[in-house]
């Protein structure tokens, strides 16, 4: 069979792993695929010197690469929203199948492209848009396909992960250990996108869509950072017997579906409680094959580029086959028709256990005047820390509530940073049992 003739756009981390991956296995990889998968151009502004591009066409103009009747898939590994939107929107208009590692392309404009894809039959991939290399897409959307998803829950996010890790072990502050991870590369200069939950809303919002067969809805999605969490909180978590992780959840309810980023504190015996460092983790809740766990390297050259490279061997074998018979792109057959009505439950309708961490005056009645705030919004205290001060300082109080609706904790955590004996914000960590035998 004809080989199938690929442009990769960026030669940077994992453009650079994906030619690598593609040149090294290139004889495995076409066994797999039935043809070989050869590289016909590469698009890059800044040359990798861990590539050797002998013998390939090369240029810094992407767009060359959408046009060329040469390239039968386009690799999309630039990054970004704009360009990268408007370079995947012409190569399908050119008739080209895309394969994506672009996690924001995909939750923000996901909906428009597969429209544009589904119109003119090619196929988008993007198993390499969330959790690096491990195949939780192609998990959720082929091997899970005969259950009904309940949740989704999972650590999306090496560096936020890496942070809370070395804030646990080594009892350092957040502004430290993002120091050290910006230095050792696994953070940004600008860290935004990682430590405050939008690179993980990027992901559970792909996620959700393909477990319960809704739009991509990232506008929808809640997100909150780990920057204001305290080596104090991490502390505390452990001595209550929790973790503090920074999860993205997805819950199925009555109401309709959660969509949430925040950090949570979840028992130590559970399985993502236990993943360290910058690895990625997904627990995956079906009705009818229980619980699931999918571990490993969220990022890296080499780990995201062997998503990427499935990706093509899945194009490779399904390139002939008629649009309306391949997987859909988001596990529901047909666009649009097929989507399920659930709506985004708004936050303040959540329901969830919570620590707060307040300080407070030194003074009698300062926490009866707490419990009957909480006891006036409905909310019960499951345990209570008062640790002791020096004369003249502040008095930490720690508690954990049993479940309440976000919207009366907001109101009571607004009543409580009213009194005139507590200082600053109450820190609040929403509490997930997350159990794996439901």
């Not at 890059?44 to 690469?65: A, H």
């Not at 860290?191 to 739009?215: C, M, N, Q, R, W």
């Not at 409680?273 to 969220?298: E, F, H, Q, R």
Request: charged share 25%; aromatic share 6%.
């Amino acid at each position: 069979m004809k080989p199938v003739r690929v442009g990769i756009c960026g030669l940077g981390t994992v453009g650079g792993g994906t030619f690598n991956v593609l040149t090294r296995n290139a004889d495995d990889i076409a066994r797999r695929a039935g043809r070989p998968i050869v590289i016909e151009q590469v698009a890059f502004r800044s040359f990798n010197p861990e590539c050797d591009i002998t013998g390939i066409k090369t240029t810094s103009d992407v767009f060359e690469l959408a046009t060329n009747p040469d390239i039968d898939v386009l690799v999309e590994l630039i990054g970004g929203y704009d360009v990268a939107r408007e370079l995947v929107l012409t190569a399908i208009e050119n008739g080209k199948h895309v394969v994506t590692a672009n996690k924001a392309l995909i939750a923000v404009h996901g909906n428009e492209i597969f429209k544009a894809a589904h119109e003119k039959g090619v196929i988008v991939a993007f198993e390499a848009a969330v959790a690096g290399g491990i195949p939780v897409i192609k998990s959720l959307r082929e091997g899970l396909g005969a259950n009904r998803i309940e949740w989704v829950a999972g650590i999306i996010n090496g560096t936020g992960n890496y942070i809370l890790t070395h804030m646990r072990e080594e009892g350092r502050a957040f502004e430290d250990v993002l120091a050290e991870a910006q230095a050792l590369g696994y953070a940004e200069a600008d860290p935004t996108f990682d430590v405050e939950g939008i690179d993980a809303a990027h992901k559970l919002t792909i996620l959700a869509s393909i477990a319960y067969g809704v739009p991509l809805q990232f506008d929808k999605a809640y997100t909150e950072g780990i920057s204001r969490i305290t080596a104090e909180d991490v502390e505390q978590a452990d001595n209550l017997g929790y973790i503090i992780k920074h999860l993205g959840i997805s819950k199925r309810t009555e109401a309709g579906l959660e969509l949430r980023v925040h950090p949570t504190l979840i028992p130590k015996e559970r399985l993502l409680a236990s993943v360290y460092g910058v690895k990625n983790a997904i627990a995956i809740m079906g009705d009818a094959v229980g619980p699931t766990l999918y571990y490993g390297a969220g990022a890296g050259a080499e780990p995201t580029a062997s998503a990427v490279v499935a990706d093509l061997l899945d194009v490779a074998r399904d390139i002939t086959t008629d649009h309306h018979y391949r997987v859909p792109y988001l596990a529901f057959s047909g666009i649009g028709e097929q989507e399920s009505d659930l709506p985004i439950m708004p936050m303040e309708d959540i329901v969830s256990a919570y620590y707060l961490r307040l300080l407070a005056v030194d003074r009698p009645g300062v926490l009866a005047r707490v419990a009957t705030i909480l006891s006036e919004q409905g909310i019960s205290i499951e345990a209570l820390i008062q640790k002791e001060a020096k004369e003249g300082e502040l008095v930490p109080i720690i508690l954990l509530t049993h479940c309440t609706r976000e919207k009366q904790m907001n109101e009571a955590m607004r009543l409580i940073e009213s009194l005139a004996d507590i200082a600053g914000p109450v820190t609040r960590i929403r509490v997930e049992s997350l159990d794996e035998q439901e």
